[in-house]
């Protein structure tokens, strides 16, 4: 469970940042429209184990009882986050959509967003009007971001079991995500993690965005990742939020096995859009 330093930490920087925006927001203001007229769709991504799909149950049985709202999973060859999502019994398993990528998890969420796009656009359709649209990233590494395009806002997340130095590592998602969680905190005295340590090391790296402790099992920083949502919620709906891009990947090389006889190795070079 997050010790007393941890959760206070969380607190300001969340407190902090809803209740005043980076300028970099307000120089975007003047471009804002009017109010928007659908969900908030609210990106969920991080590394593989890291606990998003835990998250999203969470948020589901934090949320549902007051929101409208629906889950839209990514997996590459499977429905398993979806799956598992549907016999928690957090929503109507008809409101939880499975996308089955078949390539890299970013590839979906930032290079080619239609299919996961199709699936939140017919879940408004089907089922609309809804206040929030959950959209989980298939587990990927540092870098993986949403595209403006498919998410107002993203939350990243990693995990003290990961090792209490991944803050440090930088990356877009955790530099730029709207809220970076570092999850699973109530693990940290097995992994001999400190929290207080992994905390501050991400609000550097983060220059003032907000961080936040999170174990399911602790109610005060559940309370805390709901509030946070509720805000961003107001914002999206006033039309004061503007969505963001935490940066593009930058160029990699990593395999993939397909259908073939043997895998391959390609690179990706990401521009942004």
């Known amino acids: 469970m997050p010790d007393q330093q941890s959760n206070q930490q969380s607190e300001q920087h969340l407190d902090r940042h809803l209740d005043q925006q980076p300028e970099q927001h307000l ?3 003047a471009h804002q429209h009017s109010r928007p007229s659908r969900a908030l769709r609210l990106g969920v991504a991080g590394p593989v184990g890291t606990g998003k799909s835990s998250i999203l149950a969470t948020l589901c049985r934090e949320l549902a009882g007051e929101l409208a709202m629906a889950v839209v999973t990514n997996d590459i060859y499977t ?9 928690a019994g957090v929503l109507p398993t008809e409101r939880i959509r499975a996308v089955e990528t078949g390539a890299c998890p970013h590839t979906a969420i930032r290079d080619d967003v239609s299919a996961n796009l199709d699936a939140v656009e017919d879940l408004e359709e089907a089922y609309g009007p809804l206040d929030l649209v959950l959209v989980e990233s298939g587990g990927d ?5 949403f595209s403006p395009a498919l998410a107002d806002a993203q939350l990243f997340c990693i995990d003290v079991a990961g090792g209490g130095d991944v ?3 930088g990356g877009p998602g955790i530099t ?3 809220l970076l969680i570092i999850n699973k905190t109530d693990l940290a005295p097995y992994v ?13 790296a983060r220059d003032g965005l907000p961080v936040l402790a999170l174990s399911k099992n602790d109610p005060v920083s559940v309370a805390e990742l709901a509030d946070w949502v509720r805000k961003m919620l107001e914002r999206h709906r006033s039309g004061t939020h503007v969505p963001t891009d935490p940066g593009p990947m930058a160029p990699h090389s990593h395999s993939h096995s397909h259908s073939h006889s043997r895998d391959h190795v390609h690179d990706h070079v990401h521009d942004g859009s």
Do not use: I, P, W, Y
């Open 27 to 29: 120089d975007q203001r």
């Open 79 to 87: 429905d398993e986050d979806a799956r598992f999502l549907r016999s």
């Open 141 to 145: 590494n540092l870098t993986a971001t």
């Open 167 to 169: 803050a440090r590592k």
């Open 176 to 178: 730029g995500a709207d």
């Open 192 to 204: 001999e993690v400190d929290v207080a340590a992994m905390v501050a090391d991400a609000s550097q």
